[in-house]
């Protein structure tokens, strides 16, 4: 897969220690509280420089910069939430697999669930379990931002819509596994 993406970090060091050290790590960690979506990696929007210009605005008070760079990342290593339901169906197996380790559906988290996975591949008994080295998922908000409906009946309770303003995440476990073919920074 190929696709332009977005990283956003703080802007200190400037633009050229952004551009030579960028993306920076975010680590899952529960007794800190730093629970990133989709476990410990580097994060990207794909494709979507407003949203991370609102993350910069949010989470780092207006002083951040964004990375933008033309991503490579090889099939066989990608886990895709968002386009491939064989992947989202292996994610679902797995989960019920391991309901006994607190894995339901009804409390897990799954950068915790991604985190558990990549620790038993670690292990001789489930060695290649979870051989993913980039995940992509879509961070659905309680208002999409571009919400169309496909129709409307009038005495319908539900309506169905689509979002034509979606946000993907992309999550990198290893920066090795990866290509960027070009590298540009935007700062605020």
């Known amino acids: 897969m190929e696709t332009t993406v977005h990283h956003t970090c703080s802007n200190k060091g400037g633009y050229n220690y ?3 050290n960028a993306p920076f790590k ?17 994060y990207f929007y794909d494709n979507n420089r407003d949203m991370a210009t609102e993350w910069g605005k949010l989470h780092y008070r207006g002083q951040y910069c964004i990375l933008e760079a033309l991503m490579r990342i090889d099939n066989d290593i990608f886990f895709d939430l968002v386009g491939s339901t064989r992947h989202q169906q292996i994610l679902i197996t797995l989960s019920q697999k391991f309901e006994d ?9 799954l950068g915790k669930f991604i985190e ?32 169309v409906r496909f129709v409307r009946k009038k005495k319908e309770k539900h309506t169905h819509y689509t979002n034509l303003a979606p946000r993907y995440i992309i999550c990198i476990i290893s920066l090795e596994s990866i290509y960027l073919l070009s590298k540009e920074v935007y700062c605020a």
């Open 116 to 147: 558990f996975l990549k620790d038993l591949n670690e292990t001789s008994d489930y060695k290649d379990i979870f051989r993913y080295k980039a995940i992509r998922a879509m961070d659905i908000t309680p208002k999409p931002q571009f919400k």
């Open 26 to 42: 975010s680590i899952f960690d529960e007794k800190t509280g730093n629970k990133p979506f989709l476990g410990t990696g580097y």
């Open 101 to 109: 380790y607190g894995f339901n559906r009804n409390n897990w988290q």
């Open 18 to 20: 952004v551009l030579e």
